[in-house]
């Protein structure tokens, strides 16, 4: 047999039933250029891991699929949740020997992480 390699994330989709109105929380937000049509494309931003994002698996009430944005103020970006259609799960919170993070949704309830730059 072959060495084989890990199989990294490529790409990730947020599905919506008001996709202008997803594309509008996003773009504000996380300054994401967002472009227009039948499928809102959002190009890799800059700053992020070199390899590549990261993830996880993790036992959970739940189902489903959560982003973790880094974002350069977390206050901030909290602050633009509200006005923007989207929920503030939690207060920031370190993570022991890690990042600070925030728990929100967005306007059709999906969870995000926000991550403290």
């Given at each position: 047999m072959s060495?084989?390699?890990a199989r990294p994330v490529v790409h990730w989709e947020i599905e919506a039933r008001d996709p202008e109105r997803q594309r509008a929380f996003y773009a504000t937000l996380f300054n994401w250029p967002i472009g227009q049509g039948p499928v809102h494309n959002v190009p890799a931003g800059l700053g992020g891991p070199q390899g590549g994002p990261a993830g996880h698996i993790r036992a959970?009430?739940?189902s489903g699929v959560t982003l973790y944005i880094?974002?350069?103020?977390?206050?901030?970006?909290?602050?633009g949740v509200a006005a923007l259609g989207g929920s503030v799960l939690s207060d920031p919170f370190d993570l022991p020997g890690g990042p600070t993070l925030a728990a929100i949704t967005d306007p059709e309830g999906n969870p995000v992480m926000l991550v403290q730059q």
């Open positions: 060495q084989d390699w959970s009430d739940r880094q974002v350069r103020d977390l206050n901030e970006a909290l602050d």
